[in-house]
């Protein structure tokens, strides 16, 4: 089980890294003004989001339902069940960015980079939140 919960980890930091970035290039993206740069940009994103975003969202909910699996207990708690709201919330909020980057990659993104900004906040406040419930447990 500690294998499991620690490759567990490293999807879910893997998962939030990439949920961090993704954003910031929107930011940037947003902001180009070149064709060079946008084009890049279409790359960049499609690459992180489909080479790494996606895989360890995958993964960190695979691994984390094995984990309830081989510990079904966790489900009499409250915080499971808060948590597994917030995890839905940012697997939803992942399919956000792709509609984002689907506007991108057509050239048809109306946002600009101070919503993407605000956008990218998000899935700090998802994370700060998860990590409670899991550390604290609150109920």
Known sequence: MLWIKAFHI?????????????PRLFVYHAMAEDTVSRERFK???????????????????VLGFW???LN???MKGG???????LVFLLVGYHHVCLVYMKK???DAN??????????????????IAIVVLVVVKPF
């Open 104 to 106: 991108f990659a057509a």
């Open 110 to 127: 109306t946002k600009s980079h101070v919503f993407y900004r605000w956008f990218n906040e998000v899935p700090v406040v998802l994370l």
């Open 43 to 61: 790359i960049m994103e499609r690459k992180l989001y489909r080479g790494i975003m996606t895989p360890s969202m995958i993964a960190t909910l």
């Open 10 to 22: 490293i999807a879910v930091v893997t998962w939030f890294a990439a949920l961090f970035y993704l």
């Open 79 to 85: 915080w499971m069940h808060a948590k597994l709201l």
């Open 67 to 69: 984990l309830v699996y």
């Open 72 to 74: 079904p207990a966790w």
